[in-house]
C-alpha cells in the first residue's frame, strides 16, 4: 500500500498542469531508482520490458532514457530520464503503464532511497556541441551547481564561455539544465563521452583557459574563476553509464 501512495504522489506530480509553458520545450523529469538487496536484476528487467511495452515505436507515450550512476553518492542508481513537452505532461492519463510499473518495479526497488522527481529545463544558450555529432555516446559526465543566492552573474559567465567555444571552433560538446522546481539555484551540465581515455581530457576541453583567453583576452580566464568561485555554493560530480536495453533508443 506505501509503495502504491508512493507511485500514486509520482505520477500525480508528472502529470500536474503547473508546467504551463512553452508547449514545444521538453521538460526532462530524473529519478534514479535503487534496487533492494538482491533484486537488482528484477527492478531492471521489469523497468525493461515496461520500456519496450510502453516507451518505443509509434505509439509511444514518451521518450525514456536510463543510466547507471558508476561514481558519487548514486554510484549503483538507476536514473530514468524522461524527455516530455508541457501539453503531453497536463494530458497524460496511461492507467496501464502506471500499473504495470507499480506491478513489475516497484516490488523490487528500496523506496526509502529513491531520488524524487526533478523537473528540468534545457539551456540551449548555455550549451554547445563542436563534436559534429549528436550520438548518444556511452558514458556522460553530470556536474551539478548549486549558486549562492542573488547569483545573477551565472547566465553571463555560462554564455560566455560557450561564445569562447563557438569562435574558437573548439570539438568540445556539452549540454546545460536548469532546475524548474525546488531549489531553482542549481544547475546542471552534462558532458558526453565514449571511452575512459576520453574521459582523461574532458574537462579541460569544456573548461579551457586557452580558448577562453584568446577569444575574451588575456587574464579572463582568471576573471571567470574568480567569479565562479564567488558564486558557486556546491559542485557535485556524477559518472553514468547510459542502458540502451532500458531505453527509448
Keep these: 500500500m506505501k509503495n502504491k501512495l508512493v507511485l500514486s504522489v509520482l505520477f500525480a506530480l508528472l502529470s500536474s498542469s503547473i508546467f504551463a509553458q512553452d508547449s514545444e520545450e521538453l521538460i526532462f523529469g530524473t529519478q534514479i531508482w535503487f534496487a533492494k538487496q538482491g533484486l537488482n536484476q528484477k527492478m531492471m528487467k521489469g523497468m525493461e520490458e515496461k520500456t519496450k511495452k510502453f516507451n518505443r515505436g509509434e505509439d509511444a507515450t514518451y521518450p525514456m532514457y536510463t543510466f547507471r550512476y558508476r561514481t558519487g553518492r548514486y554510484a549503483g542508481g538507476i536514473e530514468r530520464v524522461s524527455a516530455r513537452t508541457a501539453s503531453n505532461l497536463d494530458s497524460y492519463n496511461n492507467r496501464e503503464e502506471r500499473q504495470y510499473f507499480s506491478k513489475h518495479v516497484v516490488p523490487y526497488a528500496d523506496m526509502s532511497r529513491m531520488v524524487r522527481t526533478k523537473l528540468w529545463a534545457r539551456q540551449d544558450d548555455h550549451s554547445y556541441n ?120
Design 130 to 249: 563542436g563534436s559534429g555529432s549528436d550520438e548518444r555516446m556511452k558514458f556522460t559526465q553530470v556536474i551539478t551547481y548549486r549558486l549562492k543566492p542573488g547569483s545573477l552573474q551565472w547566465d553571463g559567465l555560462r554564455k560566455k564561455l560557450v561564445e569562447a567555444h563557438e569562435k574558437s571552433g573548439s570539438t568540445a560538446r556539452f549540454r546545460s539544465y536548469r532546475l524548474l522546481a525546488g531549489d531553482v539555484t542549481t544547475f546542471g551540465m552534462v558532458i558526453p563521452f565514449n571511452s575512459w581515455e576520453d574521459y582523461t581530457t574532458l574537462e579541460s576541453k569544456v573548461f579551457n583557459k586557452d580558448i577562453y583567453d584568446s577569444v575574451h583576452g588575456e587574464g579572463s580566464w582568471a576573471d571567470f574563476l574568480e567569479v565562479f568561485t564567488e558564486i558557486v555554493k556546491e559542485r557535485e560530480v556524477h559518472l553514468r553509464e547510459y542502458l540502451p536495453n532500458l531505453s527509448t533508443e
